[in-house]
T-cell receptor, first 116, second 111 residues
C-alpha cells in the first residue's frame, strides 16, 4: 500500500514560469491537505480539499496559487508566475473519510521548489 | 509571534533522555501531535495525545500535557543517534481539520 506520493521531488523554475506540484493520496484517502515549509520554519497550512471540492483555502495566497483535486487523478497545486519567495518545500498529506483525528495524517516526502 | 512555540535546538548525549517542549495558545486544541522530520524527508507521525489526557507512553516516547499552562512535552528515553532530526509539535483546533505546527526543534544526539 503506497503512501502519499508527491512529484516531482525537486523542481527548479525561473521567475515568471508556472510550477505544478502533484500529490496522489494514499489508496482509500479522499481528503488532501497542502502545506508549505519555508526554510528553517514549520509547516504552514495552505488548503484542504476533498474530491472535486475545496473545503478550506484560508492559508492560500490570494493571487497566483490554486489547487484542485479532480474526481480522477492526483491533486495539483499550481503556482503561476513564480517569484523567489515561492522557494520552499511543499508537502501534501492525506486522510480517509470519516477517520477520527487520532489517526493523524500521512505526509508525502514533499516537493522542493527552487525559483531562480 | 507563533501560536505554537518550540525552542529551536537541543543537544543530548547518546543514552540520555531528551525532553522537547512546546507551548500553544489556543485552548480549543483537541488533538496534539509530535512529528519527526529527517533531512530531505517528509513528516513521520510519532505520537499524539487527546486534550482530555495528561500523559501517554509509547515505548521510548512519553508525552505530557499540561492544559492549564498549555504546555506539551515529548520525552525520548535512551536517545540514539538515529533520533537526530527536527521534531514538530502540532495541534488541531476546535472543529478544524488542518494542523497548526510549531517551528520545530532540531535534536542533535552526540556520541
Amino acid at each position: 500500500n503506497a503512501g502519499v506520493m508527491q512529484n516531482p521531488r525537486h523542481l527548479v523554475r525561473r521567475r515568471g514560469q508556472e510550477a505544478r506540484l502533484r500529490c496522489s493520496p494514499m489508496k482509500g484517502h479522499s481528503h488532501v491537505y497542502w502545506y508549505r515549509q519555508l526554510p528553517e520554519e514549520g509547516l504552514k497550512f495552505m488548503v484542504y480539499l476533498q474530491k472535486e471540492n475545496i473545503i478550506d483555502e484560508s492559508g492560500m495566497p490570494k493571487e497566483r496559487f490554486s489547487a484542485e483535486f479532480p474526481k480522477e487523478g492526483p491533486s495539483i497545486l499550481r503556482i503561476q508566475q513564480v517569484v523567489r519567495g515561492d522557494s520552499a518545500a511543499y508537502f501534501c498529506a492525506s486522510s480517509p473519510e470519516g477517520q477520527g483525528l487520532n489517526y493523524g495524517y500521512t505526509f508525502g516526502s514533499g516537493t522542493r521548489l527552487t525559483v531562480v | 509571534g507563533e501560536d505554537v512555540e518550540q525552542s529551536l535546538f537541543l543537544s543530548v548525549r547518546e543514552g540520555d533522555s531528551s525532553v522537547i517542549n512546546c507551548t500553544y495558545t489556543d485552548s480549543s486544541s483537541t488533538y496534539l501531535y509530535w512529528y519527526k522530520q529527517e533531512p530531505g524527508a517528509g513528516l513521520q507521525l510519532l505520537t499524539y495525545i487527546f486534550s482530555n489526557m495528561d500523559m501517554k507512553q509509547d515505548q521510548r516516547l512519553t508525552v505530557l500535557l499540561n492544559k492549564k499552562d498549555k504546555h506539551l512535552s515529548l520525552r525520548i528515553a535512551d536517545t540514539q543517534t538515529g533520533d537526530s532530526a527536527i521534531y514538530f509539535c502540532a495541534e488541531i483546533r476546535g472543529s478544524a481539520r488542518q494542523l497548526t505546527f510549531g517551528s520545530g526543534t532540531q535534536l542533535t544526539v552526540l556520541p
